[in-house]
């Protein structure tokens, strides 16, 4: 079969699936596969008008399956459009799966260097695999002419993958995440004069895991921001402790100094982009006008994942941008600024107090809306204030553990717990809300902190309110817009 | 007893005898009782008002083979107002019985309210010491809260039938807050101390009288015993002074210190009910060595009282449990209001710590429904339902705390009350969230040490009370599921939860109505 024909036959299981997805948790303004799973964005690149976006898919099942990339474009990074299967595996160098990679636009074509994956033996073992870099390349942007091997693996890596190409100084290079014979997680360099032709036998060891427990980096991206060296990566192996690394794994940011020819020296400690529940495998890119702009998998590996029953899986995060602040190296990520553009009614919020164990609805059904409260800690007295979205989310601040949590409890599909962000100093709290059907996106004081989880209410369960209990809580003002619908249904 | 300047007793206009009151009272309740429709909430074993409020359990003495329990009663509505004494039995501590009410306020040394007191027995007859409540026409400079309040007295030979005797003990100038006595036998002389409050100051504290003749109290003659130290502080309610451990001078005082401000975990029901533990003989000052503690961490548990056992040597204790200003969703059928179980307590003198166990004798709660709980690994974001109704049980189950490796692992009673280890900020937090109630919040308690957690837990229909590790700490809270929505739940979340197994108890509806 060729490789038209495997996309052909992927494409026609979603179509034939789709009938039957189920759109009780399907967003209205966040990309989600058509039909069955969707999980880390990849290859993402602004190309002839276009932002593109790739993302790890299995379209024959929502749980396991050789992975394929799925496809949705946007002008506008709001407003985006499914389009059928741009790679699907089966070729001798990624008979197993197309795993994650990036996109560079050279001589007006559109080079996508992904993972070839292979299972040497005949059931999936993640300790008996063989990974390659590869190369696919399209004149539009939609049909890919595959190109084989670019990079195999240097000896004792049999984890390696997730390669992120760029030009710099003349030259191309490429980081992979690897995972070594003794289990470290790294960063492998590799550079070329010409992009189609890589010598693999040459490559440096970038950067390692300080962290002992972390085994493998996925998912790097390295780029820098004003006078950093950035290096966005997913590690695996992190131990929990206390408030921190509590997800299955995590995604995040270490900054530092590179030249070519020379290792990454860190400067910072990791930081997570996203302290929520469900972030994970970002991928950032420039946008037209040369902001850095990220996206996540907005979902979390081994969590319960109630869509899987209504036959699609995984969203993925607004695009946010990736700021650094000149003199306090502080970094943050606010959501981009096109989402006003969807914004619909609008209801101000006054200045107001909500009374000692009293709550106040703002909004009958909280479907696709976007909430900002600007809260008053100095003045707010209650043990616990926020925003209770049904019976099952809460967003709120805890004044006896002093933080902002974001609680969510659906015991009903075994999903509860909670994730938090201790509470800045300042007096205002600026709480900045993205509810769609099936998720929210918490930005803290214009994203100092971001929280992202997803949520499952009953479709009658979606009362938003504002609350107090123990005390009141005051509120500065507030804004909330419904959110029009800008991802194809 | 507790009242707020924002809740200023409604007038009270009494007429008739005092017993035409109690039992004008009385058929009030059977009205109300008769008429009520839902009993959701209604405990089966715990103690609560026919109908109307309750709030602190007073005058708890064992007297002729019987537990008396008199309560803060209005018997009129479901909130607080001119408080009566109601009044149940048991002779075992598992099976009570409601009786008349025992006291009505309207008297000339009462006339707006019996508030909380003490009962000690003597000569083979029960005397209750309370405190008379008046609300004066307006404030003064020297009274901002236009209260009279007084020590008074009242008589029963048979612990049913009281005779009001009248004031005898009136507040000492400069104080308007003097409530809530206790009285007891020291040295062939009789003590008793109040909660008061200062008006210059403002500050809570302790003061005590003696006399020996049990009701001729010379009120002139009178000392500061305790005062507060932090200065938040505005009024000790409720005081309870025994001696614990093994010397008789060591004297725990039990209270209830209201403005306490909250920090972090601490401090965060409304008000607080703990102890301090020091050193006093009469005559002398009081000296603490122990400071305030906190005696339980639930959202539920003020106005502990403690009473002797029929033994005459175990100290045991009941509170009530509620908290004031917190929202009662049982008004809404008429009554609210509820006491914990009865509990031992026992002090640690190295540690300084009093515990509270459930009393022995509420082994006779239990039906001959008994289920052996299993010994189950709940997996990764998984769980198991032990029980699909939860209403009234007892569970005795532990988990292994090492080999637990889940973020969050513990009990789910229904979708609004969760009971779990919480790895996150190393502690046992017990959550309950009803926003449709608003009651929503947790209390908790750090980790215990040690490999087992221990968790014996008594549900009934509207509380939870959780005794971890033989007491180390305690939970006490009211719970408010929906019909339909107890099914009681081990789960996991991110990580493995080891639940070592235990026991499980049907238990029996006790009170009498």
Redo the contacts between chains.
């Keep these: 079969m060729s490789h038209e024909q495997r996309i052909e036959e992927a494409n026609n299981a979603v179509l034939a699936i789709r009938k039957s997805v189920d759109k009780e948790f399907y967003p209205h303004y966040h990309i989600a596969p058509y039909a069955r799973s969707m999980s880390a964005p990849c290859g993402m690149i602004y190309f002839k008008g276009l932002y593109h976006v790739f993302y790890q898919h299995q379209p024959f099942a929502e749980e396991s399956g050789p992975m394929h990339w799925g496809h949705s474009t946007s002008e506008n990074m709001i407003h985006w459009r499914h389009h059928p299967i741009a790679l699907a595996p089966g070729e001798d160098w990624d008979r197993d799966g197309c795993f994650c990679g990036s996109s560079v636009a050279y001589d007006d074509r559109l080079y996508v260097f992904y993972t070839g994956h292979h299972w040497l033996t005949d059931i999936a073992d993640d300790s008996q695999i063989y990974q390659v870099q590869c190369l696919a390349i399209s004149e539009n942007g939609f049909n890919f002419e595959k190109r084989g091997i670019v990079v195999k693996p240097p000896a004792g890596f049999s984890h390696f993958r997730d390669p992120y190409v760029w030009f710099q100084d003349g030259r191309w290079w490429m980081v992979c995440g690897g995972r070594d014979s003794k289990d470290q997680g790294q960063l492998l360099l590799y550079s070329t004069d010409d992009l189609e032709d890589w010598d693999d036998s040459t490559f440096m060891i970038l950067s390692k895991s300080e962290d002992r427990n972390v085994y493998m980096w996925e998912h790097p991206c390295f780029f820098p921001l004003q006078r950093h060296q950035m290096l966005m990566f997913s590690p695996q192996g992190m131990q929990?402790e206390?408030?921190m690394f509590?997800n299955?794994y995590q995604t995040g940011l270490l900054m530092g100094l590179w030249r070519p020819n020379a290792t990454f020296s860190v400067t910072s400690a990791f930081k997570k982009l996203d302290l929520g529940h469900d972030f994970y495998c970002a991928q950032t890119f420039l946008t037209r006008d040369g902001r850095r702009v990220f996206i996540g998998w907005l979902d979390m590996w081994?969590?319960?994942m109630p869509t899987k029953q209504h036959h699609w899986t995984g969203m993925l995060s607004l695009p946010r941008v990736l700021l650094v602040d000149e003199a306090t190296g502080r970094i943050r990520t606010p959501p981009i600024k096109e989402l006003e553009s969807i914004r619909g009614n609008h209801q101000y919020l006054p200045r107001q107090t909500v009374r000692?164990?009293?709550?106040v609805r703002l909004l009958f059904d909280c479907t696709s809306y976007e909430v900002r409260v600007l809260f008053d800690m100095e003045k707010s007295t209650a043990?616990?204030y926020g925003l209770?979205l049904g019976?099952g989310l809460?967003i709120y601040v805890d004044?006896?553990?002093?933080r902002l949590v974001v609680n969510r409890?659906y015991?009903?599909y075994?999903?509860?717990?909670?994730r938090?962000y201790a509470l800045p100093a300042q007096a205002l709290l600026l709480v900045h809300a993205y509810f769609d059907m099936s998720s929210v996106e918490v930005f803290v004081n214009e994203g100092e902190a971001v929280l992202s989880t997803r949520i499952y209410p009953a479709r009658k369960d979606r009362t938003l309110?504002l609350?107090a209990?123990?005390g009141t809580a005051h509120i500065t003002r507030g804004d909330i817009w419904a959110l029009n619908q800008s991802v194809m249904q | 007893m507790s009242s707020q300047a924002q809740q200023r007793a409604p007038a009270y206009a009494p007429r008739g005898t005092h017993a035409e009151r109690l039992a004008a009272a009385d058929r009030e309740a059977a009205a109300r009782w008769d008429s009520s429709t839902n009993c959701t909430w209604y405990p089966d074993y715990h103690l609560a008002p026919h109908t109307g409020w309750m709030n602190d359990p007073t005058g708890l003495v064992h007297f002729r083979d019987h537990y008396h329990v008199f309560y803060q009663y209005h018997p009129y509505s479901a909130e607080w107002g001119p408080m009566h004494w109601g009044h149940l039995t048991s002779e075992d501590l598992v099976h009570w019985q409601h009786e008349k009410a025992a006291l009505a306020p309207g008297d000339a040394c009462d006339r707006d309210g019996c508030f909380s007191g003490t009962a000690v027995v003597h000569e083979d007859r029960m005397y209750v010491f309370y405190t008379g409540h008046f609300v004066l026409e307006a404030a003064t400079p020297s009274n901002p809260d236009a209260i009279f309040e007084q020590q008074c007295v009242a008589v029963s030979s048979d612990g049913v039938n009281f005779e009001k005797l009248g004031a005898v003990v009136r507040p000492p100038p400069g104080y308007v807050h003097f409530r809530d006595p206790k009285v007891w036998q020291q040295d062939g002389r009789w003590w008793m101390v109040c909660g008061a409050r200062d008006v210059t100051k403002d500050l809570g504290q302790l003061l005590l009288f003696a006399t020996e003749d049990l009701l001729k109290w010379d009120d002139t003659n009178w000392q500061v015993l305790g005062m507060t130290e932090d200065k938040n502080v505005f009024m000790w309610e409720c005081p309870d002074y025994f001696t614990i451990g093994s010397r008789e001078d060591m004297k725990l005082l039990l209270f209830c210190p209201q403005g306490k401000k909250a920090s972090e975990y601490n401090y965060r029901n409304r008000f607080q009910n703990g102890y301090t533990v020091g050193q006093w003989t009469p005559g002398g000052p009081w000296r603490v060595q122990r400071e305030f503690r906190e005696l339980d961490r639930g959202h539920d548990f003020y106005a502990a009282q403690t009473f002797l056992a029929a033994d005459g040597q175990r100290r045991m204790l009941m509170a009530w449990c509620n908290m004031w200003e917190s929202p009662m969703p049982t008004k809404q059928y008429g009554w609210s209001g509820c006491l914990t179980l009865p509990r031992e307590l026992s002090y640690n003198e190295a540690t300084g710590q009093l515990r509270m166990l459930p009393a022995r004798e509420l082994v006779g709660l239990r039906t001959p429904e008994m289920m052996i709980v299993p010994t189950l690994l709940v997996e990764n974001n998984n769980d198991a339902q032990i029980l699909a109704n939860c209403t009234a049980y007892e569970l005795d189950i532990a988990f292994n705390m090492e080999t637990s490796t889940a973020e969050k692992y513990g009990l789910w009673l229904g979708s609004g009350a969760e009971l779990y280890v919480d790895a996150q900020s190393k502690r046992l937090v017990l959550n309950r969230h009803y926003p449709q109630h608003m009651l929503s919040g947790y209390r908790s308690c750090e980790m215990p040490t040690g490999l087992l957690l221990q968790l014996h837990v008594f549900i009934d229909r509207s509380s939870i009370e959780v005794f971890v590790n033989n007491g180390e700490a305690t939970f006490s809270s009211r719970v408010f599921p929906d019909e339909g929505d107890r099914a009681l739940r081990v789960f996991s979340v991110n990580g493995t939860a080891d639940m070592v197994g235990g026991t499980m108890w049907k238990l029996k509806a006790t009170v009498r109505h």
């Design positions: 929990p206390d408030y509590r299955r081994d969590t319960n000692d164990n009293s709550q043990e616990k209770w019976r809460e004044e006896q553990s002093k409890h015991p009903n075994g999903i509860s717990g909670y938090s309110s609350f209990a123990n």
